[in-house]
């Protein structure tokens, strides 16, 4: 049997390796849009999506309006709003439409994700890159040894967390007015 704790050090070395390679000023930049945006509207699938659906928790909690694309309460997209894409790949189908139609309406869009080329990378206003070796780079340090695309998964959760904390210290936000927005029909 694996030993677990091996097997947290690597993951949470990756982790660590992954985010220390994202550009600081490309973040900085998604802060300041999702500040300006009258809502903010997140789209991914599958684990992605679970990554995206915390950070959209967390961004409410800030006092963001901020829906995942698809709610039953999602308002209407409109000019002053910001779509945030996650989508390791670029391509995956449902993100991309929902960008498209996104940038027909006139929205913003940012992309979070590893390509480098393509639709998102080349039409978002924001763009996010995780470095993900074989996508856009063959630097041996980017090279996950965890299952398929968790390492961007996980990298991505922690990711939102850390915009959050951004956000909370960068405008000067009451931690005790923030707290009192967390739910508490728990």
């Known amino acids: 049997?694996?030993?677990f704790h091996a097997l947290q050090?690597?993951?949470?070395?990756e982790i660590?390796?992954?985010l220390s390679g994202i550009n600081p000023a490309q973040v900085g930049g998604l802060v300041t849009e999702i500040m300006c945006a009258n809502q903010v509207f997140l789209v991914g699938v599958g684990r992605v999506n679970l990554s995206l659906l915390a950070f959209c928790k967390r961004l409410n909690h800030l006092g963001v309006k901020a829906?995942?694309?698809g709610a039953i309460n999602e308002p209407r997209f409109n000019e002053d709003d910001l779509l945030i894409v996650g989508s390791r790949s670029g391509k995956t189908i449902f993100p991309l439409s929902i960008a498209q139609k996104a940038k027909e309406i006139g929205g913003k869009l940012a992309y979070i994700g590893s390509a480098t080329q393509g639709f998102l990378p080349e039409k978002a206003d924001i763009v996010v890159t995780f470095?993900?070796?074989g996508i856009n780079t063959e630097d041996p340090r980017f090279k996950s040894t965890q299952i398929m695309t968790t390492l961007f998964e996980q990298s991505l959760l922690v990711f939102g967390d850390i915009v959050c904390k951004m956000i909370l210290d960068g405008y000067h936000l009451d931690p005790v007015?923030?707290?009192?927005?967390h739910a508490n029909l728990e």
């Open 67 to 69: 829906y995942p694309v």
């Open 177 to 181: 007015l923030v707290n009192r927005s």
């Open 131 to 133: 470095p993900a070796y």
């Open 9 to 13: 050090t690597i993951a949470l070395e």
């Open 16 to 18: 660590e390796v992954t």
């Open 1 to 3: 049997m694996p030993d």
